[in-house]
């Protein structure tokens, strides 16, 4: 059976649930979920509540898609906190006796188990073995854990498992990283009963969008951001459109922008189309990997969550884009490894992209693993960006602006060009550390040429003109510490160099930044980060699919998506 779509509904006003219910059935949602908490929380007088029990039963009945009923208790994550005995004579009064039952009551685990009186009457509203009439609606039984993985997880699981009345088992809890969802995915391949597996919050995304390659019973996806019922709910939308969940099976591949936090990224948009386009079997997702303020914390980080997706043989982990703050703790982790390392990551020691390479196939395990071995193709694309404008580089010089992982991009991806490199930071320590490392790594690598970057001089950026200025820091970056700020002072160059100077920052979001629009507002030449974006993506596309990446697809979702 194929995984089931279910979009949570939240009942407040009857007309308008309806009206959502229409619309998810418009999106391509199989089921939809009534959570009717707060609308009939048995509060009210007699014929207030008998007002409402009519209204959700026409509410049931008006429903263009299944319906799974839902009166989620306080105790775990739900609005109604009223006398349960009043909660269980409710879901009673609209699953019994009426000719439009839902197809599908959720009821919490531990509520069920409470008593044999409420087990009796919960029994009376589904079909189970032992009904001598019949029942159309069958039950879910649940449990959620909004702190993280229960210690007792599978003993509960047995325990619902074993509920003759249970058609369906539901479990979900807050995942921690993302290594939760391995746990996850485990227990829905080998479940005994349907079994929905869902980890919430951002750490959980790959669960909720990967359920069909593991047999789970249904994913919940929400109409639109704000309605969302549970953390790290993806939107309908996003779930058929950008993930393609209808198109993933047990032998997708899975790839993943890996980062903190990396939720906006624009990597998921343009590679899923990207798969779509050539007809590759392939996922790609985001998949946060938390950083610490302490280097060795963040890398360990890093090393057991990327180790522990890529050893899972049912994940089919074949690359990924890896962002800040990991650039440098992928190279540290392929040098571990001793896997393939292009010559720009090895120079700067920061790379963003992984990928398996076959020959390098090492570990304890029959046969080995294929370790992890990575390239830095934002120094193929910053170079690329930059010959179309300047055909030929050598005895050409650049001032970079920064000192993270793209400023080290920018250095690995020119240098090999013989040309006069300046490294400005706010910190001056900080342009000297990465001077020192690189040649340090340079020598190393027993390299033929010598670096030609010097620590450039804020006080004197004006009297040493260079041919390309490279913006590497989040200045003017939308959401970043200084949006509105210039990231290189172009009014102080203007009228001091020739017009063919090229301006180019690494910033894609806004496309047109406070640098760019001044550079461009005196005559210069510019290249806008989008550029860079779809040629550094391109690259990897290629590396991991063997296909031609459709670069003006990628330009066209980027543009299109900030615009907005």
């Known amino acids: 059976m194929n995984t089931l779509v279910c979009v949570p509904i939240q009942v407040d006003d009857i007309e308008l649930a309806l009206a959502d219910a229409n619309q998810a059935k418009l999106l391509g949602s199989d089921l ?107 039950l879910i039984l649940s449990m959620h854990d909004f702190d993280g993985r229960p210690k007792d997880l599978m003993r509960r699981l047995a325990d619902a498992w074993s509920e003759p009345a249970a058609s369906v088992v539901k479990f979900a809890f807050r995942a921690r990283s993302i290594r939760d969802n391995l746990e996850i995915f485990e227990i829905l391949k080998d479940a005994p009963k349907p079994t929905i597996g869902l980890g919430m919050g951002e750490f959980g995304l790959m669960s909720r969008v990967l359920a069909p390659k593991f047999g789970g019973f249904l994913t919940f996806a929400s109409l639109r951001d704000e309605a969302a019922t549970a953390p790290g709910q993806p939107t309908i939308a996003d779930l058929l459109g950008m993930y393609r969940f209808r198109s993933i099976g047990k032998d997708t591949k899975l790839y993943g922008v890996i980062g903190w936090p990396v939720s906006q990224s624009m990597s998921p948009l ?111 694309a910053i170079r690329a960006c930059i010959l179309e404008k300047i055909p030929l580089l050598s005895g050409k010089s650049a001032a970079i602006f920064g000192t993270g992982g793209v400023a080290r991009a920018a250095i690995g991806g020119l240098a090999t060009h013989h040309m006069k490199l300046m490294l400005f930071s706010r910190k ?21 040429f010598r670096l030609k970057c010097q620590l450039g001089e804020r ?77 550094q993506a391109a690259a990897q596309f290629e590396l991991w699919t063997g296909e031609q990446a459709p670069v003006q697809l990628f330009d066209r979702l980027v543009r299109e998506r900030l615009s907005q």
């Open 270 to 380: 343009i590679h899923n189309a990207g798969f779509e386009a050539r007809g590759v079997d392939a996922v790609y997702l985001p998949m946060p990997v938390a950083a610490d303020d302490d280097a060795e914390v963040s890398y360990t980080s890093f090393k057991t969550s990327i180790l522990a997706i890529w050893d899972s043989q049912h994940l089919h982990a074949a690359g990924g884009s890896v962002t800040l703050p990991h650039k440098r703790n992928l190279v540290r982790l392929c040098e571990e490894w001793q896997g393939r390392i292009d010559d720009s990551s090895a120079m700067s020691g920061a790379a963003n992209t992984i990928y398996p390479d076959m020959n390098y196939s090492i570990g304890t395990q029959e046969g080995g693993v294929v370790g992890p071995s990575c390239l830095n193709s934002d120094s193929a």
């Open 32 to 138: 939809v979920e009534l959570r009717i908490d707060s609308y009939f929380p048995g509060s009210e007088g007699d014929e207030e509540d008998a007002f409402r029990l009519e209204k959700l039963r026409s509410l049931i009945a008006d429903c263009p898609l299944p319906v799974i009923l839902t009166c989620r208790s306080a105790e775990e994550g739900g609005d109604y906190d009223g006398d349960e005995a009043d909660r269980v004579s409710m879901l009673e009064k609209l699953c019994v006796n009426t000719d439009h039952p839902p197809a599908y009551l959720d009821f919490e685990l531990a509520s069920y188990r409470k008593s044999a009186n409420i087990r009796q009457k919960i029994n009376l509203c589904v079909d189970h073995p032992k009904q001598e009439r019949e029942v159309r609606t069958r």
């Open 459 to 535: 006080s004197k950026l004006t009297d040493q003109p260079s041919d390309i200025y490279i913006n590497c820091t989040p200045v003017g970056m939308t959401g970043g510490p200084d949006p509105e700020g210039l990231s290189i002072p172009v009014h102080e160059l203007a009228g001091k160099l020739p017009p063919e100077t090229v301006f180019f920052d690494t910033v894609y979001n806004p496309i047109e930044t406070p640098m760019l629009k001044a550079a461009k507002s005196y005559g210069f030449r510019t290249i806008d980060g989008v550029e860079m974006f779809v040629k």
């Open 428 to 448: 001056r320590e900080n342009a000297e550390h990465v001077i020192e490392a690189i040649t340090d790594r340079l020598t190393n690598m027993n390299c033929r």
